[in-house]
């Protein structure tokens, strides 16, 4: 019986920059129509590139060669003319920040119908209007005729991923490509959203190219899966063949280092063996002073330019954290997740209640307590690329907080820069480099070891691996569990990852719009979740074990369960 042909067909595919290893090597790659094609691999392995290339986006300087073909007709190559009307048409493209992909002095009615009009000069403004109202209604945006008039900054970040997909999806094109849809979407929102995108691939046959890093997504969603390795292709099979029986190292890498949520004791063994803290007391032993300590903490923030109605950020919070215990903060966005790391830090003002670090009280420390408090405490931020000066080399950052401090000498701080960069397992001549040579795994790295310059008490990690690659983020989690055990100090880990919390963490304690709805051993919490809330978080954590072939995902099910 004859297969029909592919509707994208991607043919020796080679991309190069005039460097000595090309970026894409020899690509073979099929979209049948219908069919959902993983396409996964670090940072750095063309994935991106790839997609990239199909409709002709590829950066300056990039040389193609090759062939790729979209019903038949070749794309690369092809001029500017063909290309524009092939984008939107032909193949959509879900871009994995929606916040870069809208315009954000433009209404989303507004560019729903200059998406349509690219294509379709004969529709009237009305016929505009009702197809982004059906689009709208497609990708389930709530009240859809009030959101045709909201600006981007109006919605929450699913909300805004939707509104890409129904861009994407405007002129109903044959083939979407979904490149890093849901990496920076809440556990819940990623299920919906990945839920809709198979809806919408069932009920329209329309085919999807999905790029991502997150294995989870690939078990729950794709028909195929083809694995790139610097530039290459090292695996190509159905989703069962590929998972159940990888036939390359890196592949088996690859499946091995995805967070799962088995029982807590065997997973953080698989990192490094240390004592749980959070064990009571003996009632003989004196009280110990907590790391940090929330009362009954209130945050408000004024409403916009300082008018209107303010919006509390975090109500009646209370929680401690004992000395050497990591607890693991946990919730959807808007829950005060990282307020509440701010509020800890004296970084944002306190409406009630009061926060205690080593036992001072943060808001009524004098200067000389608070010059101390900050040698105790530091930051893991979520994008070091953001909070690393880009003029400064790797040395001169890791230096930058014992320099503010006058801690040593010149020579003692270059030595315990040496140090430090040993211990975070990167070697000592980086330290003449700037972050923009360094790829993202080896920024936070250096993030951990500017962060651990001064030895601090108590540290506040912030989605410290969401935008990581799954074997990098294993291997800064694994990192970071052997810091914390060697140094011993207090962690506040922020994340909306589950199963990194599960992996990492002593305690967990779950925000649900700005209140804690559950606090507990990590292994109870996960066991047998008390809160409704914190069960649909679990139950919405993406399962790496591939889907029964032919089941959908259901946002209904999910919601339900």
């Known amino acids: 019986m004859n297969q029909p042909d592919p509707l994208l067909s991607v043919r020796g595919l080679h991309i190069d920059f005039a460097q000595p290893r090309p970026a894409v090597n020899d690509i073979h790659l099929d979209v049948a129509p219908g069919e959902i094609v993983a396409l996964v691999g670090e940072s750095g392995s063309g994935k991106s590139m790839t997609a990239r290339a199909v409709l002709g986006l590829l950066p300056h300087g990039a040389r193609a060669s090759g062939s790729i073909r979209l019903q038949g007709r070749e794309l690369l190559g092809a001029p500017d003319a063909v290309l524009r009307e092939v984008r939107g048409r032909g193949a959509g493209m879900v871009f994995q920040e929606p916040q870069t992909a809208l315009n954000p002095v433009r209404t989303i009615g507004w560019q729903l119908r200059e998406a349509l009009r690219a294509h379709r000069r004969d529709l009237s403004r009305s016929q505009a209007r009702e197809r982004s109202l059906e689009l709208l209604r497609q990708v389930e945006i709530p009240e859809a005729e009030t959101r045709l008039g909201y600006y981007p900054h109006q919605l929450s970040g699913g909300q805004k991923q939707r509104v890409v997909l129904a861009l994407a999806l405007a002129n109903e094109p044959a083939l979407l490509i979904a490149d890093e849809p849901t990496t920076a979407l809440d556990v819940t929102v990623q299920a919906e959203v990945l839920a809709l995108l ?18 989870g997504v690939v078990a729950q969603m794709a028909d195929r899966v083809v694995v790139l390795r610097l530039g290459d292709v090292v695996e190509e099979g159905s989703l069962h063949d590929v998972f159940e029986r990888p036939q390359h190292p890196y592949t088996r890498q690859l499946l091995a280092a995805v967070p799962r949520l088995p029982e807590v004791a065997a997973t953080r063994a698989t990192l490094v063996e240390r004592p749980v803290s959070a064990a009571p007391a003996a009632a003989s032993a004196p009280p110990v002073t907590p790391a940090v300590e929330l009362d009954d903490v209130q945050v408000d923030f004024a409403g916009p330019r300082g008018r209107g109605a303010s919006f509390t950020a975090l109500t009646e919070v209370s929680l401690s954290v004992a000395p050497g215990e990591v607890l693991g903060l946990v919730g959807e966005s808007g829950s005060g997740k990282t307020t509440l790391g701010r509020a800890t830090a004296g970084l ?55 320099d503010l401090h006058r801690v040593g000498s010149r020579a003692s701080r270059q030595a315990r820069v040496t140090e430090l960069l040993d211990a975070v397992r990167l070697p000592g001549e980086y330290a003449r480099r700037k972050p923009r040579e360094l790829s993202g795994g080896q920024r936070q790295r250096v993030a951990l070891a500017r962060a651990l310059a001064l030895e601090p008490a108590l540290l506040i990690a912030d989605e410290p691996t969401s935008a990581l690659d799954v074997s990098i983020q294993a291997e800064v989690l694994e990192l970071f569990a052997g810091l914390q055990s060697e140094f011993g100090f207090a962690c506040v880990f922020i994340s909306h990852d589950l199963a990194v919390v599960h992996q990492v963490s002593d305690r967990v304690a779950v925000l649900r719009q700005g209140r804690i709805v559950e606090t507990g051993a990590t292994a109870d919490v996960f066991a047998s979740p008390a ?31």
Not at 198 to 215: A, S, W
Not at 367 to 394: G, I, K, T, W
Not at 542 to 557: H, W
């Open 198 to 215: 198979r809806r919408v691939n069932e009920r329209t046959g329309t085919g999807i190219l999905l790029i991502t890093h997150n294995m």
């Open 531 to 561: 809160d409704e809330y914190t069960r649909r978080l679990i139950a919405a954590v993406p399962d790496p074990a591939p889907r029964p072939v032919g089941s959908v995902v259901s946002v209904a099910e999910h919601r339900a369960s």
């Open 348 to 402: 944002v003002p306190l409406a009630t209640g009061r926060v205690l670090v080593a036992g001072v009280d943060v808001a009524a420390a004098t200067a000389r307590e608070l010059r101390e408090l900050r040698r105790r405490l530091a930051f893991v931020p979520q994008d070091p690329a953001a909070s690393l000066n880009p003029l400064m080399s790797v040395g001169a950052a890791v230096s930058e907080p014992l």
